[in-house]
C-alpha cells in the first residue's frame, strides 16, 4: 500500500479496503455455503462411495473378499449340508472360514487355477461338441 498524505488519498484507501473487505465476505459466505453442503449426511456419503468407486485397490480387495466368502459359503453347503449335527456344522464354519481366508489371501492363485480350469472344462466341452456333431453328421 502506498503512503497516505492527504486526506484525500486517506479516503481512496479507506474506499479500496471497505471494497476488498465486501469482496473477500462474499467469498468467504460462498466458502461456507460449500463446507456446510459437504457435510451434510447425504453428501457426505455420496462422497464416500465416489471415493470407494474410484479406487481401484478397494475394488479388489472388495472382491476378493465376496469371492473368498462365497467360496467358504459353499464349501460348507457341500460339507455340511442339511446336517443337524452340531459338530459336523462347527466344523463346517470352520472350514468356511478357513477357505474364505485363504481364498482372500492369494487371489492371484484362485483366479489362476479358476482359468485353468474353465479352460480344461470348456475343451472338453468342446470336444463333446465336436464329437457329437460330428456323429449327427454321419
Same mark, same amino acid.
Given at each position: 500500500?502506498?503512503?497516505?498524505?492527504?486526506?484525500?488519498?486517506?479516503?481512496?484507501?479507506?474506499?479500496?479496503?471497505?471494497?476488498?473487505?465486501?469482496?473477500?465476505?462474499?467469498?468467504?459466505?460462498?466458502?461456507?455455503?460449500? *463446507?456446510?453442503?459437504? %457435510?451434510?449426511?447425504? $453428501? /457426505?456419503?455420496?462422497?464416500?462411495?465416489?471415493? =470407494?468407486? #474410484?479406487?481401484?485397490?478397494?475394488?479388489?480387495?472388495?472382491?476378493?473378499?465376496?469371492?473368498?466368502?462365497?467360496?467358504?459359503?459353499?464349501?460348507?453347503?457341500?460339507?455340511?449340508?442339511?446336517?443337524?449335527?452340531?459338530?459336523?456344522?462347527?466344523?463346517? *464354519?470352520?472350514?468356511? %472360514?478357513?477357505?474364505? $481366508? /485363504?481364498?482372500?489371501?492369494?487371489?492371484?492363485? =484362485?483366479? #489362476?487355477?479358476?482359468?485353468?480350469?474353465?479352460?480344461?472344462?470348456?475343451?472338453?466341452?468342446?470336444?463333446?461338441?465336436?464329437?457329437?456333431?460330428?456323429?449327427?453328421?454321419?
Amino acid at each position: 500500500m502506498q503512503k497516505i498524505n492527504s486526506e484525500r488519498s486517506l479516503m481512496e484507501a479507506i474506499i479500496e479496503l471497505e471494497n476488498k473487505r465486501t469482496y473477500e465476505g462474499i467469498l468467504l459466505r460462498e466458502q461456507f455455503i460449500l *463446507t456446510y453442503e459437504s %457435510f451434510k449426511p447425504a $453428501n /457426505l456419503i455420496r462422497n464416500a462411495i465416489q471415493d =470407494i468407486a #474410484s479406487s481401484s485397490e478397494l475394488k479388489d480387495n472388495l472382491l476378493n473378499a465376496a469371492v473368498g466368502l462365497t467360496t467358504g459359503y459353499i464349501s460348507k453347503k457341500i460339507f455340511v449340508g442339511a446336517s443337524d449335527n452340531p459338530i459336523k456344522k462347527m466344523f463346517g *464354519t470352520a472350514l468356511m %472360514f478357513g477357505i474364505s $481366508n /485363504l481364498v482372500s489371501k492369494n487371489p492371484e492363485t =484362485i483366479k #489362476s487355477l479358476g482359468s485353468q480350469f474353465f479352460n480344461m472344462l470348456k475343451t472338453k466341452l468342446g470336444d463333446r461338441f465336436n464329437n457329437a456333431v460330428k456323429n449327427e453328421d454321419n
